[in-house]
Each structure stands twice: as C-alpha cells, then as structure tokens.
T-cell receptor
Framework: ETGVTQTPRHLVMGMTNKKSLKCEQHLGHNAMYWYKQSAKKPLELMFVYNFKEQTENNSVPSRFSPECPNSSHLFLHLHTLQPEDSALYLC????????????FGPGTRLTVT | LAKTTQPISMDSYEGQEVNITCSHNNIATNDYITWYQQFPSQGPRFIIQGYKTKVTNEVASLFIPADRKSSTLSLPRVSLSDTAVYYCLVGDIVRGGSASKIIFGSGTRLSIRP
C-alpha cells in the first residue's frame, strides 16, 4: 500500500472525448505531481503542486489541465487528446516540492484512439 | 542539472549480489543521490538516498566515493522479485531547489534469473 491511489487504472478515450484522471494521497503530504511515462521512454514530469499552488509546468500542452482542490487530491483533465498522448500517467506526492522521496500511485494506463 | 549515466541493462542470478553503478560527473555540491525501483506498469518506489560515503537500509546499500562523481547501488542476495528498472537521480534537495530537477533517466533494466 503506497498511500497514493489513482482512478481509473485503465482508460480508453477518443480524440474528441473529455475525461479526468484522479489522484488521492493519504500521507499528509503537501506536494503532488503528475508524470507521463510513454513506452520505452523516461518518466517526464508534467506538473507540480505545492500547498495547492502550481509551481511547475514543464511546457505541457493545454489539452492537459491539472487541478488541485486541496493537498490530498489532484486531477488531470483531458480533452482533445492525440494518439501520441497514450501513456502511463503517474501521480506522486512528497512532503514538499523539495523532497526527493516521492511516493507514486499505480498509474492510469491511457489509450487514445 | 547533473546528468546521470547508467548501464541500459544487467543480468544476474538469484542469491547473487548485484551492483549498479551510476556516473554523475558534474554533480553539484548540494546535490543528493537518490535511487528508485520500478516494476512494469507501476509507479517508481524510493529505495535509498545519500550524499557521501555509505548508506545502508533494509533494502540496499549505496556507496559514494569521495569525489562523488559516481555511486553504486548494491542489492544483496537478489531474488526474482528484484527484476525491475532502477533509476539513479541526482539533484538538490536543499530548500529552494526546484522539483523540475527531479529527472528520471532511462534507468537500468535488471533481470534476475533462477
């Protein structure tokens, strides 16, 4: 049990659909992250939230829209995605955004058709 | 940003000790060295972190020479369940550092055989 949960675990969506990924952490952490992991590629940091405020946006296309209503919940809203956006999307949390000990969720396997 | 270099893959057998070395020639004074483990279709899991000399926990040991330009993750008596990708990360965790410095490279794919 990592203390970080993600739903759904698998998602198939068309290019015109709108969907959201949800992440919840039960560790009392203050920072949360979204990562993207494509097949045979390194993890790519997408967004960082620290105390509910977005502190990092690594040049992510606007079709990905994060939301952090509180320190325990993180969403990634998806719309008009492309097939190349198919990947494993991982959520993580840490004590704060300077902490290198991150706790990852199991990920959402997204397929865009 | 300190770039890391690791072997792409390694093979070993159950019960052996496995050592994975990471090179980080331009490591900065404030940088720490962190290792993660990732199983297929799962998120990475923190293994160990160190600054210099040797760090040991219940899972692994981390050896860092005096010049800190490399580090070695040591897994004692591996089992089949240690088959995974291992990532070496180098960065500054002193307050004021940026999360964008957390860069996962390609990692080392470790395969353990019976």
């Amino acid at each position: 049990e990592t203390g970080v949960t993600q739903t759904p675990r698998h998602l198939v969506m068309g290019m015109t659909n709108k969907k959201s990924l949800k992440c919840e952490q039960h560790l009392g952490h203050n920072a949360m992250y979204w990562y993207k992991q494509s097949a045979k590629k390194p993890l790519e940091l997408m967004f960082v939230y620290n105390f509910k405020e977005q502190t990092e946006n690594n040049s992510v296309p606007s079709r990905f829209s994060p939301e952090c209503p509180n320190s325990s919940h993180l969403f990634l809203h998806l719309h008009t995605l492309q097939p190349e956006d198919s990947a494993l999307y991982l959520c993580a949390s840490s004590q704060d955004s300077q902490a290198y000990e991150q706790y990852f969720g199991p990920g959402t396997r997204l397929t865009v058709t | 940003l300190a770039k890391t270099t690791q072997p792409i893959s390694m093979d070993s057998y159950e019960g052996q000790e496995v050592n994975i070395t990471c090179s980080h020639n331009n490591i900065a004074t404030n940088d720490y060295i962190t290792w993660y483990q990732q199983f297929p279709s799962q998120g990475p899991r923190f293994i160990i972190q160190g600054y210099k000399t040797k760090v040991t926990n219940e899972v692994a040991s981390l050896f860092i020479p005096a010049d800190r330009k490399s580090s070695t993750l040591s897994l004692p008596r591996v089992s089949l369940s240690d088959t995974a990708v291992y990532y070496c990360l180098v960065g500054d965790i002193v307050r004021g550092g940026s999360a964008s410095k957390i860069i996962f490279g390609s990692g080392t794919r470790l395969s353990i055989r019976p």
